[in-house]
């Protein structure tokens, strides 16, 4: 309607009417905040005004419009046609993504262009901002059982570097992902985006330990602090305190007060790091051994909140997995957390873990929204609570665009962790950037080859009907995937039966999802169904899903 009064305007007008040469140039300053699907009469959605606040921003930052011309048909051109020349400013490349000529290339909703502008308001210049990756200390003790002792000596001093103030520290994921490469430190600063690396190693022997850790300055090589701690195996913790303060002394960052940690005694720390070890295999076998070490940690002490907390987690990644059915488990999951809250009423890591249960479980989305609130409100937010936020509350609630912005934010803490990159994947798939999700998952793939990724680009190919390189995917994904995986089989035997082929194999498959587990198996042929466009059987085998709560049934609904 502006833009209709105005060329009236225009053409009612002398050339040399003052009135005129203002609305003129109103009217054109407003067609050059118009997104290229406005300009071209397409149908708008917010990613139009993220465009628009885009050609605002650039005006605000340059000076000078980011679209300009002498009539309405020059700016509309350049709206439609051209890019804008560089600016010089820490928010461009967020400037040159609003100003993206194809919505799905822009930010997908203002929650992302928010963090994305919050992250550079805070972020300080590359050059003065201190920041550190702690590499996993090497094992010397000739036992590499015992890599789980310098693995957990690690991952408390990242854990205490954390609690610093404008220090940013690389997450655990990302600086263990070069253990064992031979990388020069400049490469792995720049990987992880930091200046400084801490690099060390641990010799045990008997009850005395032997750390050696030493600084480095990735820009040149030189070490900025270096030192050998000579002590008895109880004096680890303070160590792990010594080294920190050691190193916030070398960055000239101020130590502040951190929160009062618990500390367990001596032998429950070794035997719950001795569970996060196995834990993080991400196997059954690791699954189980994890809990019972954990359980072990908590009658070594009682009083060992995160433990607790650690079982409760176990059980419930069972359920994910597959391996129990969660109207089993989930009672129990929800009673090893709140034994934790007992020990610890704000212990993040259980609040996510029961917001979880309230979310995938009850479909309690109110409680499941308390205990994410309680579990973000800690400073700083673990990197894994953060994740559980974005995937299993934002993602699978259907706020997928705020959940890509957590998972964006996950990356600059955590840049070579390949779950998180999984989880962005799924997210971009799911607003319609098919394109920018298979780059995600490729990259994931370089990290580590999982199933579980192979089975989404499986399905990304085939929802657009690329069925050929989803068959490829698919063959790849069953043959990794586990037994208990019910996803791989029901792509391959969907995908076979939809071309016809080989019939004999796909009854195979499918014998193979109703004759193994029956928890779990409804998924699996909500998707042989929906491959081959049998959308009433496969809404059939969605609310038999939901009704047996199995966890990742809103996941297959995004």
């Known amino acids: 309607k502006l833009l209709d009064f105005g060329l009236a305007t225009m053409t009612s007008t002398a050339n040399d009417d003052a009135t005129g040469q203002t609305l003129a140039g109103a009217i054109l300053g407003t067609a050059a905040y118009m997104s290229p699907e406005q300009a071209q009469g397409k149908q ?16 605000m930052l340059s000076g000078k419009r980011a679209f300009a011309g002498d009539s309405m048909v020059d700016v509309l051109s350049a709206v439609v046609r051209d890019d804008p020349a560089p600016i010089e400013s820490p928010a461009a490349v967020i400037v040159k993504r609003c100003l993206a000529k194809q919505p799905a290339q822009r930010f997908q909703s203002m929650a992302e262009l928010k963090t994305a502008l919050e992250n550079v308001l805070t972020r300080k210049p590359a050059e003065r901002q201190p920041s550190i990756a702690v590499l996993p200390f ?18 408390e001093i990242i854990n205490a570097l954390a609690q610093i103030p404008g220090l940013k520290v690389a997450a655990r994921t990302s600086a263990f992902a070069f253990r064992g490469k031979d990388h020069d430190i400049r490469r792995i600063a720049e990987s992880l985006d930091v200046r400084t690396v801490l690099e060390g190693s641990v010799r ?8 050696t850790a030493q600084l480095i300055n990735a820009a040149d090589g030189y070490h900025l602090w270096s030192k050998r701690y000579d002590r008895e195996l109880e004096d680890v913790f303070a160590v792990q305190d010594e080294i920190a303060a050691a190193i916030a002394g070398a960055l000239e ?34 699954l189980a051994r994890a809990r019972d070490y954990f ?13 607790q907390s650690g079982v409760g987690y176990c059980i419930l990644t069972t359920a994910f997995m597959g391996h129990a059915p969660a109207r089993e488990v989930m009672p129990m999951v929800r009673d090893a957390e709140q034994k934790a809250l007992e020990i610890n009423p704000s ?18 989305w109110k409680e499941a929204e308390r205990r994410f609130g309680i579990a973000m409100a800690s400073d700083p937010v673990p990197v894994a609570v953060r994740m559980e936020y974005g995937s299993r509350y934002l993602f699978f609630g259907g706020r997928v665009h705020e959940a890509v912005a957590e998972f964006r934010r996950v990356l600059q803490e955590d840049p070579l962790n390949f779950l998180v990159r999984y989880w962005l994947a799924e997210g971009l798939w799911a607003t319609g950037r098919d394109e920018e999700a298979l780059a995600e998952w490729d990259r994931a793939l ?12 499986t399905m990304c190919h085939a929802s657009n009907g690329r069925y050929g390189e989803a068959l490829v995917s698919a063959e790849k994904a069953l043959s990794i995937a586990p037994p208990e995986d019910k996803i791989a089989p029901a792509l391959l035997a969907g995908l076979l039966k939809r071309s016809g082929s080989d019939p004999a194999r796909v009854q195979g498959l499918l014998d193979k999802l109703e004759n193994g587990r029956i928890y779990g198996t409804a998924i699996g042929f909500v998707l042989v169904h ?7 059987l496969a809404a059939d085998w969605l609310t038999k899903s939901i009704e047996e709560r199995y966890p990742s049934t809103l996941f297959f609904a995004q």
């Not at 929906?530 to 009433?536: G, N, S």
Request: glycine share 6%.
């Open 138 to 155: 090497a094992n010397m003790s000739g036992d590499k059982d015992n890599e789980y002792f310098s693995d957990g000596l690690s991952e």
């Open 204 to 211: 045990r022997s008997g009850g005395r330990i032997r750390v």
């Open 446 to 457: 370089k990290w580590e080859d999982l199933f579980a990724v192979r089975n989404s680009v």
């Open 44 to 59: 708008l959605d917010e990613r139009s005004d993220i465009f628009s606040f885009g050609a605002v921003l650039y005006e």
């Open 295 to 307: 359980e072990q940690a908590i009658r070594l002490d009682p009083k060992f909140a995160l433990a």
């Open 253 to 286: 960052v101020k130590l502040a007060a951190a929160p009062e940690r618990y500390q367990p005694n001596l032998q429950a720390w070794e035997t719950y790091h001795k569970g996060q070890h196995q834990f993080l295999k991400h196997t059954p076998e690791g």
């Open 530 to 536: 929906l491959l081959c466009d049998e959308v009433d």
């Open 347 to 364: 212990l993040p890591e259980a609040h996510a873990t029961l917001g979880i249960v309230a979310a995938l479980h009850d479909y309690d």
